[in-house]
């Protein structure tokens, strides 16, 4: 059973433009959202983190949204760049001891020159 | 100075043959893991050891056993060898095994069974 839902899979973006990655989270356990990326041929690096208590966090270009009613974070890129094309992953750990990560099944982002 | 380092970067095996990947940090962390990701990327966690000890162990078949000599190092052996654990092989590191804590990962294995 995914508990990390995420879309789109794969997403095409002109520079300049905004990319938006969704994802949808079942276990409301989950106290910990963090996005990380992923270019090719490299491990996937953290990228930016939201927690529960607030709706938006933003590190320069790039925003998480969070809705908790709705059970639904997303990550924003704004103007967009092509050294931004990579895979994108959101994931969730929930609260307890053995606090391990569950991953989206990832977002493959181009942006166009 | 690399974080977390992976040996070897490729591996290209027979089928049946046992073989193992090596992981060490030098972030001075006290948890690491091991993640498979598959043909599709997606990725999913295997194992997480803290301070030596297991404390995470997903379904996965017992062919597959972790090994941490001290918490610098997390080694993965793989027995008997299938065509199915073709795959990246990623192992990752963090402060603790605390939610919120960043995890660093490494530059991945892959992992090819012919």
């Known amino acids: 059973q995914q508990q990390v839902k995420q879309s789109p899979q794969s997403l095409i973006v002109q520079k300049g433009g905004i990319s938006i990655i969704n994802c949808a989270y079942e276990?409301?356990?989950?106290?910990?959202f963090p996005w990380y990326q992923q270019f090719p041929g490299k491990g996937p690096a953290l990228l930016i983190a939201i927690r529960p208590d607030v709706s938006e966090k933003k590190e320069g270009r790039f925003t998480i949204s969070f809705n908790k009613s709705a059970k639904q974070f997303s990550l924003h890129i704004m103007d967009s760049q092509p050294g931004d094309s990579a895979t994108y992953f959101c994931?969730?750990?929930?609260?307890?001891?053995?606090?391990?990560?569950?991953f989206g099944s990832g977002t493959q982002l181009t942006v166009l020159p | 100075d690399t974080a977390v380092s992976q040996t070897p970067k490729y591996l290209v095996t027979q089928m049946g043959n046992d073989k193992s990947i090596k992981c060490e940090q030098n972030l001075g962390h006290d948890t690491m893991y091991w993640y498979k990701q598959d043909s599709k990327k997606f990725l999913k966690i295997m194992f997480s050891?803290?301070?030596?000890?297991?404390?995470i162990n997903e379904t996965v078949p017992n062919r597959f056993s972790p090994k941490s000599p001290d918490k610098a190092h997390l080694n993965l052996h793989i027995n008997s060898l299938e065509l199915g654990d073709s795959a990246v092989y990623f192992c990752?590191?963090?402060?603790?095994?605390?939610?919120?804590?960043?995890?660093?990962f490494g530059p991945g294995t892959r992992l090819t069974v012919l």
């Open positions: 994931a969730a750990t929930p609260s307890g001891s053995a606090r391990q990560l569950t």
């Open positions: 990752a590191s963090s402060q603790d095994a605390s939610s919120g804590n960043e995890q660093f």
């Open positions: 276990n409301t356990a989950f106290d910990y």
């Open positions: 050891y803290n301070n030596k000890e297991l404390i």
